[in-house]
């Protein structure tokens, strides 16, 4: 059983937007950075978002920096990600998944995009397609 479970995937027009949404416990919420993946047909999974529920600035990949917006809803233990812009590369299955954060060495956490094989928790994703 996924403990994560992504919403919102559809199908869109290129320059259209899409929200997609991530919810998980309260345990996993509260102890973990929440980041989404994205994998398109024949390309490896990749890291393209993340943040931690309890603070700080969130990461991007470049390929989505400016496009995407990655958010947190303390009340209902989930994660959104805005995509604005789309364009038909952006055609893939996006995942949520956790990891616990990295500590700096003031003692803060902090959540960096990691590579796949880092993360403990996954959903079963949600496809987006982007047509020409």
């Known amino acids: 059983q996924a403990q994560l479970v992504e919403f919102g995937g559809g199908s869109v027009q290129a320059g259209g937007s899409l929200r997609l949404s991530c919810a998980t416990s309260s345990d996993i919420y509260a102890r973990n950075c929440l980041a989404w993946f994205r994998q398109g047909l024949g390309w490896e999974r990749e890291s393209i978002a993340s943040?931690?529920?309890?603070?700080?600035?969130?990461t991007y990949a470049d390929s989505v920096k400016g496009r995407f917006t990655i958010s947190r809803d303390n009340a209902n233990n989930a994660v959104y990600l805005q995509m604005n812009s789309l364009k038909p590369e952006d055609t893939a299955m996006y995942f949520c998944?956790?990891?616990?954060?990295?500590?700096?060495?003031?003692?803060?956490?902090?959540?960096?995009?990691?590579?796949?094989?880092?993360?403990?928790?996954w959903g079963r994703g949600t496809q987006v397609t982007v047509s020409a």
């Open positions: 998944a956790a990891v616990s954060p990295l500590s700096r060495p003031t003692g803060s956490s902090f959540c960096p995009l990691q590579k796949e094989t880092e993360y403990e928790y």
């Open positions: 943040i931690y529920p309890r603070g700080g600035e969130p």
